[in-house]
C-alpha cells in the first residue's frame, strides 16, 4: 500500500518545515490508523531546499536533522537531482547555485543516519547528459522522474 501523505507543497518559507512535516507524519497516521503498522517513511527534502536561499545552509540541515530524529520508522531520505545550470532561467540562477552545496553537506551527515536508506538522485542526475532530460535544468522530465520512482520501487519491493 502506496500513499502520498502531503496535501500541500510545503517549501519551508514561512516556518521550519521540519516542524510541519513531522507533526503532518503523526498525524496522519493517527487519522489512518497506522500508529502501530510498519511504516517506510521516504523522505525527499528536495523541495525543502529553496528555503536555504532565504535561510543558512547549517539552518536548513539542522531543520532535515531534525525531522530525521523525529522520524521513528523505517526510512529512505531521496536527495535533490544535479541541476544543468546552463538551462536554469536566469532569475532563478543565483538561488540555485547553492543546491549543491546542501547536497554535499547533507551527505556528510549519512554516517549518523546509517540505519536510514539513501537513494542517491544526486549522483543518478549528475551523469546525464541528454539534452531533453530537463526543460528548466532541474531533471524533472517525465523519463527522469520514471527513473527515479523505479529505483524506489526497486528499494522497496522484495524480488
Not at 503523526?26 to 500508529?35: F, W
Request: aromatic residues 12%.
Amino acid at each position: 500500500d502506496v500513499r502520498f501523505m502531503c496535501l500541500m507543497v510545503c517549501t519551508g518559507r514561512q516556518i521550519p518545515y521540519w516542524d510541519r512535516c513531522s507533526d503532518c507524519h503523526k498525524q496522519y497516521r493517527k487519522d489512518h490508523n497506522l500508529e502501530h503498522v510498519p511504516v517506510v517513511t521516504v523522505i525527499g527534502t528536495g523541495v525543502h531546499l529553496f528555503r536555504s536561499y532565504n535561510a543558512s545552509t547549517a539552518g536548513t540541515i539542522e531543520e532535515i536533522t531534525n525531522l530525521f530524529n523525529s522520524i521513528n520508522d523505517s526510512a529512505i531520505y531521496t536527495s535533490i537531482p544535479c541541476y544543468q545550470l546552463s538551462k536554469v532561467p536566469e532569475e532563478y540562477k543565483e538561488e540555485t547555485e547553492g543546491r549543491g552545496g546542501l547536497y554535499w553537506a547533507m551527505l556528510k551527515k549519512r554516517k549518523r543516519y546509517s540505519n536510514m536508506r539513501f537513494l542517491d538522485y544526486f549522483h543518478l542526475t549528475r551523469t546525464c547528459h541528454f539534452d531533453n532530460c530537463s526543460y528548466d535544468g532541474r531533471h524533472r522530465s517525465r523519463f527522469v522522474n520514471r527513473w527515479k520512482a523505479q529505483l524506489l520501487l526497486n528499494t522497496l519491493c522484495k524480488k
